[in-house]
């Protein structure tokens, strides 16, 4: 099993920075990719980037040049660098990790950009 933490969320204005981390515990090894997705009440939930082992990344387009996603192998833990937020970002927040065939999900941070 892998144990994902999410923290960092919260308010932020619109225009402004977020940073959200997620330290990851538990079976790690052999985690080959891990992803941050969002969610809205009455929504799917939807991939925000994604980071593979070799350090290739891919984004939505919704958040290309606002988002930087990031990790940090030795420590187990993800970033996520949210720049320019809109308030069409506001979303719960939920760390992904893919290892083989299973996915593991964390509890989510809730992250609200409002003026």
């Known amino acids: 099993q892998v144990q994902l933490v999410e923290s960092g969320g919260g308010l932020v204005q619109p225009g402004g920075s977020l940073r959200l981390s997620c330290a990851a515990s538990?079976?790690?090894?052999?985690?080959?990719?891990m992803a941050w997705y969002r969610q809205v009440p009455g929504k799917q939930r939807e991939l925000v980037a994604r980071?593979?082992?070799?350090?290739?990344?891919n984004y939505a387009d919704f958040v290309k040049g606002r988002f930087t996603i990031s990790r940090d192998n030795a420590k187990g833990t993800m970033l996520l660098q949210m720049n320019s937020l809109k308030p069409e970002d506001t979303a719960v927040y939920y760390c992904?990790?893919?290892?083989?065939?299973?996915?593991?999900w964390g509890q989510g941070t809730q992250v609200t950009v409002s003026s």
């Open positions: 538990g079976s790690v090894f052999g985690i080959n990719s």
């Open positions: 980071i593979y082992n070799g350090g290739s990344t």
């Open positions: 992904n990790a893919r290892r083989g065939g299973s996915h593991y």
